[in-house]
């Protein structure tokens, strides 16, 4: 089911299904061009199905944006140990809730954007790492899946293409970390989520030892498409270098929060005020966060002119992300945003790196005493300080994603924190009580 | 140890699920749909996991005490976690918290004295753009109010 209205303003390809009577059923999905892709995908060779998905520019879609094709051209097709179909839907980046509306309303896509991966890299099984958090949709991905072993969509010899294919779903049990890939190998070999050094990378040994191609939910869901219409046509509803569309979560403080599936280069004016609905109240926007609470956060200023794609959030030194869009308003405390933030990485560092363990832990109680009253000036150089000295020094990007939302906040909204000094309660949750709200 | 039909159909779908001699792979989903037919992860089931998985009962513990949904101790029956992160905190997901503690008048892990309820403060949910977002052991409340909350509370405590 949907849990807020559609936009008339989005792209319809992952979600053309969504609203559909039925749309998780194999009927529905039959009835609608399903698995057309992948019968189109197993008359082709394996280098031709990379191609189409390297001209299509999808890039993935769980937040590092590294080109799909690519990553699948690394396996080694012809290596003597079987490879595997890894479906990262271990979604839990704060801000982001989409790939849960993808296995929910049109489970058959992401099954069919697996076999299509496997076709292409010569994989005979699969998994999709669900967190436990997730568990009816690890029921309704079960569902899905005994549905097409039934309908020979999925098992021995599919459908006549001579082509072997197995697919599980795992549960996670609780580790923001396990969504990183190489933790979530380790969590799916029955392990600590602590990740691997790399290289080697997944695609040459990832899953039980052996190439491993590696996607987020929303990349494989974008592959039927892909096959289906052809690449060129996915790559021209983007913008150069990276094509198709990109669900995006809005979340925070607009007035029609929702996920919506936006072509790639969506304006993010239009993004807050048309699909949003505008801030709530009619309030100012004060900070913009992208994709996830990973990324550096922009000012209302620097979001003027910038529009919804991997370039163009680069060039404002953040990230497109994963699609978790958090919006604030005027009223935000800047520190109590920096201060949940670092709460939520210093609970979740594994602990693997001393960087991140520490860094996230000290600057949780640093970020604590400011907001409390109790900071003093040098402090707020010593947040940033602790922050740029966890950069690029851990195994995961973890310890980053920790660190470059803080520096951004340290260093655009430094007043908030000025206004923290001597001893005062937070300016900004003390103002509503004094007019008695 | 016994089980129930169902889990054990499961678990032998699990050990099924891996490649040959990766049946550890099944350790935490085992340990999790254990959990919660047993109601938390007893000793006896750490034993029964390490053994059908082929492991010691010290490899089970080393890795259930990174995962912050596995637990030692029995929750209530109703495990109330409500989400304060960013997403959520913006839509006071703290007051949220805050309203529930004082409530049930227990906080963060602990159990009401009838053993009805249990209450966690947790990470992200994956329900932001619906936030704020509360979850009754597996099922999801969105968009809830603080009304709402007290009325769910109530609810859980007349349930069978």
Request: hydrophobic residues 35%.
């Amino acid at each position: 089911m949907l849990y807020n209205e559609p936009s008339p303003l989005e792209t319809r390809v992952l979600t053309r299904r969504f609203g559909m009577p039925n749309s998780a059923s194999l009927d529905t999905y039959l009835a609608t061009d399903g698995y057309q892709a992948f019968v189109k995908a197993a008359a082709m060779k394996p280098e031709q199905i990379i191609e189409e998905v390297k001209v299509s520019n999808l890039r993935g879609r769980g937040g590092a944006g590294f080109p799909a094709g690519m990553k699948w051209s690394f396996v080694p097709r012809t290596s003597p140990k079987p490879k595997y179909i890894v479906v990262n839907a271990d979604e839990s980046e704060p801000g982001t809730c989409k790939d849960r509306v993808l296995m929910e309303n049109d489970p058959h896509q992401l099954i069919e954007g697996v076999l299509i991966a496997g076709l292409a890299v010569d994989a005979h099984a699969g998994y999709i790492y669900i967190r436990g958090e997730y568990r009816y949709l690890i029921e309704i991905m079960d569902r899905a899946i005994a549905e097409a072993y039934e309908k020979g969509w999925l098992g021995k010899n599919i459908r006549g293409t001579g082509f072997d294919f197995d697919l599980y779903t795992h549960t996670g049990a609780g580790a923001y970390e396990c969504g990183e890939e190489s933790a979530l190998l380790e969590s799916l070999e029955g392990k600590r989520g602590i990740p691997r050094i790399r290289p080697p990378f997944p695609a040459v040994v990832g899953a039980f030892q052996c190439p491993t191609v590696l996607n987020n939910v929303e990349t494989y869901c974008a592959v039927p498409a892909i096959l289906r219409d052809g690449g060129a046509a996915f790559a021209a509803l983007g913008v150069p270098k990276a094509g198709g569309t990109k669900m995006t979560c809005l979340t925070g403080h607009v007035n029609k929060p929702g996920v919506y599936e936006l072509r790639l280069g969506f304006p993010v004016k239009q993004m807050i005020e048309e699909v949003g609905g505008g801030i709530r109240g009619g309030k100012k926007l004060k900070a913009f966060i992208p994709g996830g609470s990973s990324c550096p956060v922009l000012t209302a200023e620097e979001c003027e002119g910038a529009t919804m794609d991997y370039d163009s959030m680069a060039q404002r030194k953040t990230m497109l992300g994963s699609g978790g869009v958090i919006i604030m308003d005027e009223d935000t405390c800047m520190v109590k945003a920096a201060l949940r933030i670092m709460r939520f990485y210093a609970h979740e560092s594994c602990g693997w790196c001393i960087p991140c363990r520490e860094g996230t832990t000290w600057l949780r109680k640093i970020l604590q005493r400011f907001h409390d009253g109790g900071g003093v000036r040098e402090d707020i150089g010593l947040i940033g300080d602790i922050a740029k000295n966890m950069l690029g020094r851990t195994f995961c990007p973890l310890g980053d994603a920790a660190a470059m939302p803080t520096i951004s906040i340290v260093e655009k909204f430094r007043q908030e924190f000025e206004d923290h000094l001597h001893g005062r309660p937070c300016p900004y949750e003390a103002a509503p009580a004094a007019v008695g709200v | 140890m016994t089980f129930s039909p169902q889990l054990e159909a499961r678990f032998d779908k699990l050990l099924k699920s891996y490649p040959p001699g990766r049946q550890r792979s099944a350790m935490i989903p085992m340990l999790l749909y254990g959990q919660d037919e047993v109601g938390c992860v007893s000793g006896e089931l750490i034993d029964e996991v390490a053994r059908r998985v082929g492991v010691t009962p010290l490899q089970v513990n080393e890795v259930l005490s990174y995962y912050s949904m596995l637990h030692r101790q029995p929750l209530g029956k109703y495990h109330v976690q409500i989400c304060t992160n960013i997403s959520c905190l913006l839509h006071d997901g703290d007051k949220l918290w805050e309203r529930a503690c004082r409530k049930l008048g227990i906080g963060h892990k602990q159990v009401t004295a009838d053993g009805c309820i249990s209450l966690e403060e947790v990470e992200c949910i994956g329900a932001c753009s619906w936030a704020p977002a509360v979850q009754v052991n597996y099922d999801f409340h969105h968009f809830v109010k603080p009304e709402e909350l007290d009325r769910l509370l109530d609810s859980l405590r007349e349930k069978p």
